[in-house]
């Protein structure tokens, strides 16, 4: 019998705009780390590529994945549908790859209800503050001021969904955040538990809001 040891699902979200997809890029460059690549009917931005940030999809090809159960988790962000199909997911954690998840706090809650028997770890990431939020989004290729003003009122709601992770981190500078979450996933991929300072991100919270 095989006691090959199964990969642990690494959930990283964010209010739009806190670096996320960054760091999930350069945790995905660590020996046994890989990207869950989701499904959206969002259209590309000028530097994404089909098949490597998401599979870009029409509402039609989303529902049908729906309808065949085909997602681990999905839902609507902004006006887009956005969803993890389970077919590679699953038979990489069984080979014992750990798979690192960009989602949002809905399609985490949803996996956190499954309560699937591979090791789960959740981080928050926050930004340093509004100002620096507002740069981030306003550099995108996101001409259109609306969409950053309608970010940043999201960005108020999806704060709210802290509590409901295992780690909440700030990133006010990249390599220092990334490090604060390699320490996090090593001590937790050895079954020990990560502490982190509570009170200073509460703090950090009351003053985002
Ligand atoms: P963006 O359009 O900026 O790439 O992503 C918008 C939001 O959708 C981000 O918070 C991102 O984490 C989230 N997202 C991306 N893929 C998925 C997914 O498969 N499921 C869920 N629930 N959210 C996702």
Redesign the pocket.
Known sequence: MSLKKRGAMIVL?SP?GAG?TTLVKLISKNKNHFVSI?H?T?TPRSNEINGVDYFFINKDQFQKLINDNEFL???K?FDNY???SKKNIISKLDEGKNIIF???W??TEQIIERKLSYKLITIFILPPSKKVLRERLSNRDMKDKLIVEERMKQFSKDLLHWKNYNYVVINDDLNDCYKRIMDILDTELNNKKFLYDKILIESHIKKLI
């Open positions: 979200s739009s996320k989701s959206t969002r988790e999905y839902a962000v956005y969803g993890t960009d989602i949002d809905q399609g």
